[in-house]
């Protein structure tokens, strides 16, 4: 099982410094990536429909009575806790990562506090998840130099199709289980106009070619085989 070559160099990528906010808790500044933006990375990186995250576990573990705002108005507090698993498909495996994180909410109603503790811990538990696969989703800042934080320029947008594309061509070989339909999906017009349409390099096309033959002949005996 392993990542393709698209996800790999992406996963192991830099942290673009665009995507780093900041915020100062308790004197200290800290830096963070935003829960959309990790969501975002997620689709690119894993692909639409290739990823899942469910919250798993979630609990009210504070409750109290406070002054909300400047004109102290009588208001509530509270905080959760949440516990959310994120869920992978890699070559037709299943990769899951798990994590924790906290959320508080303010409002003079007490409703409208808890809803926004309960948002905040399942975004902040599933940024902790996603972080464990690398830089992109905040890895990066757990490294007090932020070695790994760096200006980034503009991505090509051609080179991002085009790693979609692969990593959308790979998960077909590597899931087809009829020899004949992998062979005649690899010579049919279609496939040939989406390589021209998408600018594979040689060396591109070249590495497909040779996951094609790899599944192929794994498929050769009996024309069929377990994905």
Known sequence: MAFSKYQTEAL???????????????????????????????????????????????????????????????????????RVRVTVMVENQIVTREGVGAGHGMDVDLGLAHESAIKESETDARKRALMTFGNPFGLAL????????????????????????????????????????????WNGEDRKAAFKRHELTANEGSA????????????????????
């Open 208 to 227: 497909l070619a040779a996951r094609v033959k790899a599944r192929a002949e794994a498929l050769a005996d009996g024309g069929r085989a377990a994905a």
């Open 12 to 82: 192991s990528a830099p942290l673009d410094r665009r995507h780093v906010k900041q915020r100062e808790q308790a004197g200290r500044k800290l830096s963070y990536i935003e829960g959309w933006q990790a969501i975002s990375e997620a689709n690119r990186i894993f692909g639409f429909g290739e990823w899942s995250s469910e919250t798993v576990e979630i609990r009210c573990v504070a409750e109290a009575a406070r002054k909300i705002g400047k004109q102290q108005r009588d208001g509530h507090a509270v905080s959760y806790i949440a």
């Open 142 to 185: 757990y490294d007090k130099d932020q070695a790994n934080v760096v200006d980034v320029r503009e991505p090509d947008p051609r080179e991002e199709a085009a790693g979609r594309f692969i990593a959308d061509c790979e998960r077909v070989i590597d899931a087809e289980t009829d020899r004949a339909t992998l062979i005649a999906w």
